[in-house]
Structures are given as C-alpha cells and as structure tokens.
Nanobody, 126 residues
Framework: QVQLVESGGGLVQAGGSLRLSCAAS????????MGWFRQAPGKEREFVAA????????RHADSVKERFTISRDNAKNTVYLQINILKPEDTAVYYC???????????????????WGQGTQVTVSS
C-alpha cells in the first residue's frame, strides 16, 4: 500500500510559480513510477508529467513541458512538480499518482496508476 499526500497548491497570480510536493508512504516508493495529473472544473483528468523510479527519465505533456518540471527524491519519498509562468488555464486540482507495475510507454494513462492522492488546488488569477 502507498499513501500519497499532495501539498503546495494555492492562489497565485499569472506569471508566478509554485512547487507542488507529493509525500509518499511505503518502503517501496523508490520502485514506483510516479505521475502528476490535473483536473479543471468541468473537464476530465489529464496527464501532466511522469517520472521513472530512477528519476533520470521524465515525460511532460506538450501543453506544459516548457514550464513544468517533475522530479523526485527517493530518500525523502517525495515527488515534486515545479510550475513556472503560471497561466489562468493551469487552474485545476493537481493529483499525484503512483504505479507499481506500469510501463513507461503507458505513463500518461490514468488507468495505469494504482494509488492517488487527494489533490491540491491550484488557482491562477489573471
């Protein structure tokens, strides 16, 4: 079992930055594929970024890859999402997710993830 707790969300003006954190419990965290997703009001949950267990390989959605960066610290059982140059369209609930047996080619697929956090709200004002 893995429990995920996100933090770091808030209300930010457009152009600002945030760093989201996801703290994970469980001794096998370092072996999990980790991802960030977001869900805006009235929209489906969408992939934002993913990172392999080594932390050396990452993937970002095309819509965010110039501004968002995923990273992880296995010693701290934490995965991060650095968000720069925030835009109003980034407003959403951001979720952290963990996959115990997922494959890297499918890292953007929601169904691949076994565990989800409760989400952290990011609101960007114009």
């Amino acid at each position: 079992q893995v429990q995920l707790v996100e933090s770091g969300g808030g209300l930010v003006q457009a152009g600002g930055s945030l760093r989201l954190s996801c703290a994970a419990s469980g001794r096998t965290f370092s072996s999990y594929l980790m991802g960030w997703f977001r869900q805006a009001p009235g929209k489906e949950r969408e992939f934002v970024a993913a990172i392999r267990w080594t932390g050396l390989t990452t993937r970002h959605a095309d819509s965010v890859k110039e501004r968002f960066t995923i990273s992880r610290d296995n010693a701290k059982n934490t995965v991060y999402l650095q968000i720069n140059i925030l835009k109003p369209e980034d407003t959403a609930v951001y979720y952290c997710a963990a996959s115990s047996s997922g494959t890297w080619p499918r890292a953007a697929l929601l169904a691949q993830y076994d565990y989800w956090g409760q989400g952290t709200q990011v609101t960007v004002s114009s």
